[in-house]
């Protein structure tokens, strides 16, 4: 393998990353629903479950940005001369925050009628 080939599967293992990272936060808020779907003091468990599912979003959203920032190094390192590394991509990542978001403020303000 060639250092430019080790380089360009790095950048493709980042990229899997994001993924990984997005599908784990939406699998933990259906964990959080199931979960608050057969308790039975739900009144007691809202603020629980508020509280993490703004948690999986922040942690999502700060390791999503660690991501995006090792892609930009990632993509210097293979190519030198792109003029605009660390912005590519932004568009898709600005996707999988509002995801992240996005299911946790939909399942939120869903806690009070489930």
């Keep these: 393998m060639t250092p ?8 493709a293992d980042l990229k899997k ?3 990984t990272i997005t599908n784990y936060g939406l699998v933990l808020y259906g964990a959080i629903f199931a ?8 009144a007691v468990l809202i603020p629980i479950m508020s509280y993490a599912l703004f948690m999986i979003a922040i942690v999502g959203t700060g390791l999503l940005l ?6 930009g190094i990632a993509r210097v390192d293979a ?7 660390c912005c590519r991509g932004w ?5 999988l925050i ?16 489930i």
């Design 98 to 113: 509002g995801a992240l978001w996005g299911g946790a403020v939909l399942l939120w303000l869903s806690l009070p009628y």
């Design 79 to 85: 190519d030198p001369s792109d003029p605009n590394p």
């Design 4 to 11: 430019l080939q080790f380089k360009l599967e790095h950048i």
């Design 35 to 42: 979960i608050f779907k057969e308790a039975h003091n739900k």
């Design 91 to 95: 568009q898709f990542l600005a996707a």
């Design 17 to 19: 990353q994001t993924w």
């Design 66 to 71: 660690l991501v995006q920032r090792d892609l």
